[in-house]
């Protein structure tokens, strides 16, 4: 996926979980944060930042902020970016799949995609990764209920026939592995591991970064 119009700042603050205060030609803008997570260790006073300009109509931000610089390597901090490229990844991912959908309910469980595979009906749940520590990609950077609600829908789902699979979009490149972060939240990885036990099927895909542009380029390991 490509962002268009994307400028680089310098990263003063965050007065909340949406709002971004950053220094860009100049000037003193707010933007518009699209990850909701906590990104300490990613939006630190002084970091180098990078913003795409948004279209939208009513918008209060002029701009998204995007992509990180942390220590030599860039980081995709966009939300939505995952998906979007789980969209255009899955059906190398999965030979065979078909009739892809984005948004779909199964039971009390809202999923990312359905599809076809080999004529079985399946879901995919897609995270995107961007908290590493030591060359290793770790989710989630924070409690996630929403994560283990997810999980418990794919578990349920493969238990009823469906092919059902969890995708971690790893939002930077040059990790060893994903795993989950049980420091943080111990549910979600005790979750993740009964997944794999019970037949879904876990897979993570690292992505290279430039700063208008997010791209998946292999598969790395899931270390359970």
């Known amino acids: 996926m490509v962002y268009p119009q994307v ?3 310098r ?3 965050r007065p909340n979980r949406f709002i971004a205060m950053v220094e860009t030609e100049g000037q003193v803008l707010r933007c518009h944060v699209k990850n909701t997570g906590r990104c300490r260790e990613l939006l630190t006073p002084g ?5 795409a ?3 939208a109509p009513g918008r209060k931000t002029p701009f998204d902020l995007v992509c990180v610089r942390k220590g030599d390597r860039l980081i995709n901090m966009d939300s939505q970016a995952p998906n979007k490229v789980a969209a255009e990844y899955l059906p190398a991912l999965f030979p065979g799949l078909e009739e892809l959908r984005g948004e779909q309910t199964f039971e009390d469980s809202r999923l990312d995609f359905s599809f076809l595979l080999d004529g079985r009906s399946g879901f995919a749940e897609v995270k995107g990764v961007t908290l590493e520590e030591g060359n290793l990609a770790l989710f989630p950077d924070a409690p996630t209920l929403r994560g283990c609600k997810h999980l418990s829908g ?3 789902a493969a238990g009823q026939g469906y092919f059902a699979a969890l995708l971690f979009i790893v939002q ?3 990790t060893k592995g994903v795993s989950p972060n049980d420091r ?3 549910e979600f990885g005790r979750l993740l591991r009964h997944a794999a036990e019970a037949g879904v099927v876990i897979r993570a895909v690292e992505c290279r970064v430039a700063p208008d542009r997010l791209e998946c380029i292999g598969e790395v390991p899931v270390i359970l």
């Open 7 to 9: 400028q680089p700042g």
């Open 154 to 156: 794919l578990i349920r």
């Open 11 to 13: 990263f003063l603050e």
């Open 172 to 174: 930077l490149e040059g």
């Open 184 to 186: 943080t939240d111990p």
């Open 53 to 55: 300009r948004g279209d």
């Open 47 to 51: 970091a180098e930042v990078f913003l």
